[in-house]
């Protein structure tokens, strides 16, 4: 089908565009009273995530509400230790809980790599939906969370400051490590190849928990894994955002996806000299930000669209939109992208 709003993928491709492109992480989700009112229907997020129709209902939301130039999937990074043997609960206000978590080899035994037409079916048909409801819109984008972070919640069985336990494991057990990560891999190469079936136009892969590794440590046990998964996937473009990784960010350039996510706290003209014209660049507006006055918010949104520049940027947050944030201070964010990326160009 062709898209009407092609910007994004464009913009991916390194072409010049007539303006920049804008969505948001998070965008499909509770800042929208739209979601909360779906959301009451159903019992709890994870019957939502596993309901094709209503997960369809709120990816297109932020498409008609906030006229962000792509939809990502609704879905949730821990169905992946789900489907491989490991449920998880998503507790009010305190966020994912794992009852069982992985501690020994035999926990590692009693998991599966994932099956993804049997026990995540669900996203690639919500994504058949989305793409029917969408009618080309605009470019849809399926996303998986990285293995590290998928392993640091399956040990430690919960979000966490430190996560020192799945830290530690790779100190007392680094093998018994790397074997869960190479399931996780694999379970994740799978399931966004099925995403890419139903018709996912881009993927993103998000390692929230970049940052609290070494450098060394990021490498052998991220970084190793997420070049894994950009090397198997080879029919659309695919985004890197690794939340804190800054020291390990030269060692992206080796990777095999087109774009990469910077979080907020990352230095623009650095990262630009760094990359060169080897990446498209996404992000990085501070979350933060959207708390301000519309001219705050105006005055941040063009100091970033400057230090980017005209091209090869795709606008977002440097991290996933904050629930109490008013949903007409993320429109005037969107609003304020387009009209002065355009005149950037004039």
């Not at 609704?74 to 998880?88: K, T």
Request: with cysteine; net charge negative; hydrophobic share 45%.
């Amino acid at each position: 089908m062709q898209l009407k709003n092609d910007l994004l993928l464009r913009t991916i491709r390194g072409e010049k565009t007539e303006r920049t492109p804008v969505w948001l992480m998070r965008q499909a989700g509770r800042i929208l009273p739209e979601y909360r009112a779906v959301r009451e229907k159903m019992h709890g997020f994870v019957e939502l995530v596993k309901n094709p129709e209503r997960a369809a209902e709120v990816t297109i939301q932020p498409v008609d509400i906030l006229g962000v130039d792509a939809a990502i999937i609704f879905s949730d990074i821990l169905v992946i230790p789900e489907a491989m043997g490991l449920p998880y609960e998503m507790v009010e206000k305190r966020g994912p809980y794992f009852p069982k978590t992985v501690r020994s080899a035999a926990d590692i035994d009693r998991l599966k790599v994932a099956d993804i037409s049997g026990d995540l079916a669900y996203t690639p048909e919500a994504i058949k939906v989305t793409k029917r409801e969408l009618d080309g819109r605009v470019p849809l984008i399926g996303f998986a969370g990285a293995p590290w972070t998928i392993f640091a919640y399956m040990v430690e069985g919960s979000g966490s400051k430190t996560f020192s336990r799945p830290r530690a494991m790779l100190y007392q057990e680094p093998e018994m490590a790397h074997r869960l990560l190479q399931m996780i891999t694999d379970s994740t190469i799978a399931y966004l190849k099925a995403q890419i079936a139903a018709g996912a136009d881009v993927v993103q892969v998000f390692d929230s928990w970049a940052g609290i590794l070494s450098t060394q440590q990021y490498a052998e046990f991220s970084l190793s894994y997420i070049a894994r998964i950009c090397d198997a996937i080879t029919e659309v473009p695919v985004t890197v955002f690794a939340k804190g990784a800054f020291t390990s960010m030269p060692d992206m350039n080796a990777l095999n996806c087109a774009t990469l996510g910077l979080d907020w706290n990352m230095d623009i003209p650095q990262m630009r000299a760094l990359f060169g014209e080897g990446k498209v660049l996404q992000g990085n507006l501070d979350p933060a930000a959207l708390y301000a006055d519309k001219a705050t918010i105006k005055k941040e949104t063009r100091q970033m669209l400057d230090a980017f520049g005209p091209y090869r940027h795709i606008a977002n947050l440097g991290h996933g939109v904050y629930p109490d944030i008013d949903p007409d201070k993320a429109k005037y964010f969107i609003e304020e992208v387009k009209e002065y990326s355009a005149e950037m160009r004039s």
